[in-house]
């Protein structure tokens, strides 16, 4: 039976992505490897700019990048998906 895991959609706020990543580990109080969450990390600092869109500053739709992430992430099976940003 496959362990169950789940999903960081990154990258938009690289160091928001690392912050979300160590708050998880450290509150899991895991004492060894084992016993840490399992999780996989999509760093994808290709996501145009949120901000920048919201303020209408750019066209270019964060949006089309998530959905891949998410479509992504879903296929390789992630129980849940979690998107810590900046914005």
């Known amino acids: 039976m496959m362990k169950q895991f789940f999903a960081v959609i990154g990258g938009m706020g690289t160091l928001a992505t690392e912050s979300y990543i160590r708050l998880v580990d450290e509150l899991t109080h895991a004492h060894e490897d084992q016993e ?7 760093n994808d600092s290709s ?3 949120r901000t920048e869109f919201i303020l209408g500053n750019s066209s270019e739709s964060p949006f089309p ?6 479509r992504k992430a879903t296929a390789i099976g992630a129980s849940f998906i ?4 900046n914005t």
Do not use: G, S
């Not at 840490?36 to 999509?42: A, E, K, P, R, S």
């Not at 990048?65 to 998410?70: E, L, S, T, V």
């Not at 979690?82 to 940003?85: G, K, N, V």
């Open 82 to 85: 979690t998107l810590p940003c």
């Open 36 to 42: 840490f969450l399992d999780y996989v990390v999509f």
């Open 47 to 49: 996501v145009p700019d």
């Open 65 to 70: 990048y998530i959905a891949d992430d998410i």
